[in-house]
């Protein structure tokens, strides 16, 4: 399984940005797909996670401001985030299970500074 990101950026606080990922490769049975990001100094964390049942986990620091959505059917992911702060700041990365084995994107870079 591939995992493509994209959509990070530089955004200022309160800003909003919208990141996205596409799965390829051997896809059947995909059961999880989410994020997790990783701040500087700081070990990697679940940001959102959704199930091909679509059921959704947050990390209570982003609930009411971060929404995910999936599309099963094209092994998509999106990640939109709103009312960024700078604490939100870290490299994100896809993530996908498949059966017993785990999968993640190369990550991209959310920077979110005045």
């Known amino acids: 399984v591939q995992l493509v990101e994209s959509g990070g950026g530089l955004v200022q606080p309160g800003g909003s940005l919208r990141l996205s990922c596409a799965a390829s490769?051997?896809?059947?049975?995909?059961?999880?797909m989410g994020w997790y990001r990783q701040a500087p100094g700081k070990q990697r964390e679940l940001v959102a996670t959704?199930?091909?049942?679509?059921?959704?986990t947050y990390v209570d620091s982003v609930k009411g401001r971060f929404t995910i959505s999936g599309d099963y059917a094209k092994n998509t992911v999106s990640l939109q985030m709103n009312s960024l702060k700078s604490e939100d700041t870290a490299v994100y990365y896809c993530?996908?299970?498949?059966?017993?084995?785990?999968?993640w994107g190369q990550g991209t870079q959310v920077t979110v500074s005045s």
């Open positions: 490769g051997s896809i059947s049975s995909i059961a999880v």
């Open positions: 959704i199930t091909s049942d679509f059921i959704i």
């Open positions: 993530y996908a299970k498949r059966l017993v084995a785990v999968y």
